[in-house]
Antibody, heavy 117, light 106 residues
Framework: EVQLVQSGAEVKKPGESLKISCEGS????????IGWVRQMPGKGLEWMGI????????RYSPSFQGQVTISADKSIRTAYLQWSSLKASDTAMYYC??????????WGQGTLVTVSS | DIQMTQSPSSLSASVGERVTITCRAS??????LNWYQQKPGKAPKLLIY???SLQSGVPSRFSGSGSGTDFTLTISSLQPEDFATYYC?????????FGQGTRVEI
């Protein structure tokens, strides 16, 4: 069965850096885009960006361009979302998801990031 | 960015009722419209892709329709497990966007 397993919850201080991960299994990792979705507390889903692990082609939402970096290491079937300097407003649940031809068909369990001084 | 607007933002319904949620795109997205269901504390789940195609394993009481800018998700007979938040998503553009969500409550 296709699985996306995300790294565990993080508690960070403003200004710190962070990299969270999403490991795919039981499918051809390099043939499907992986996307990242933010959900702030009590709010809706926000599409952040997407990467194709096969060639590292990456697209960002204008709202997140320059704020985060999406990357992937196909040798270990893992996609990443990273911040160089966290803000309190980055506190949210972050989901990775596999993009089939048109939609996100499999989702990770989510990684809760809390940024607080 | 293509903007997606869902209506209503929330609705109250009873078990057995027919429920309709609409989603409007700020420009034509042909049929590149998906619907997801999210329950509290859980990851979203794909229900409908390409506006009207039912994802494998999703009950047939869920259906989608529309093209261009106007789309609809219909639950033909609401079941207790359907109380959740529903999101539309356009996958037409280079970057994609979700609607703001519709909460379906008892």
């Amino acid at each position: 069965e296709v699985q996306l397993v995300q790294s565990g919850a993080e508690v960070k201080k403003p200004g710190e850096s962070l990299k969270i991960s999403c490991e795919g299994s039981e499918y051809s990792f390099t043939n499907y885009w992986i996307g990242w979705v933010r959900q702030m507390p009590g709010k809706g889903l926000e599409w952040m960006g997407i990467i194709h692990p096969g060639d590292s082609d990456t697209r960002y939402s204008p709202s997140f361009q320059g704020q985060v970096t999406i990357s992937a290491d196909k040798s270990i079937r893992t996609a990443y979302l990273q911040w160089s300097s966290l803000k309190a407003s980055d506190t949210a649940m972050y989901y990775c998801a596999r993009r089939d031809s048109e939609a996100f068909d499999y989702w990770g369990q989510g990684t809760l990031v809390t940024v607080s001084s | 960015d293509i903007q997606m607007t869902q209506s209503p933002s929330s609705l109250s319904a009873s078990v057995g009722e027919r429920v309709t949620i609409t989603c409007r795109a700020s420009q034509s997205i042909t049929s590149y419209l998906n619907w997801y269901q999210q329950k509290p504390g859980k990851a979203p789940k794909l229900l409908i892709y390409s506006a009207s195609s039912l994802q494998s394993g999703v009950p047939s009481r869920f259906s989608g329709s529309g093209s261009g800018t106007d789309f609809t998700l219909t639950i033909s007979s609401l079941q207790p497990e359907d109380f959740a938040t529903y999101y539309c998503q356009q996958s037409f553009g280079t970057t994609e966007t979700f609607g703001q969500g519709t909460r379906v409550e008892i």
